[in-house]
């Protein structure tokens, strides 16, 4: 199964935040995420399902704790997460 996934997150904390952002773009890329937007925006128009669940899972820990990741300033702001069915490429019709 394939998912088109759409995520936008922002930190709090003033030259911490990129300690929280280097390992939350390693999970938004290994889950096969673009950064669409210097606003925070990532998207993956067709991506596995179960890869992502596994990244989000590590996602949501390093959030949930982020002095787990020795930021002790920076902390989640807001995270927006869009998830849907991918769509599937449309065949063209067999000539007849």
Not at 35 to 52: L, Y
Request: with cysteine; charged share 25%; proline share 4%.
């Amino acid at each position: 199964m394939t998912w088109r996934v759409i995520v936008h997150i922002g930190y709090t904390g003033s030259g911490e935040h990129s300690q929280l952002y280097n390992p939350i773009a390693k999970y938004l890329r290994d889950c096969g995420l673009k950064r669409i937007w210097a606003s925070g925006t990532w998207e993956g128009q067709a991506v596995n399902a179960v890869k992502v669940a596994k990244q989000f899972t590590k996602l949501l820990d390093l959030l949930s704790d982020p002095a787990k990741n020795g930021v002790s300033r920076a902390e989640l702001d807001r995270l927006w997460i869009y998830i849907d069915q991918a769509e599937k490429p449309k065949t063209k019709n067999p000539a007849r």
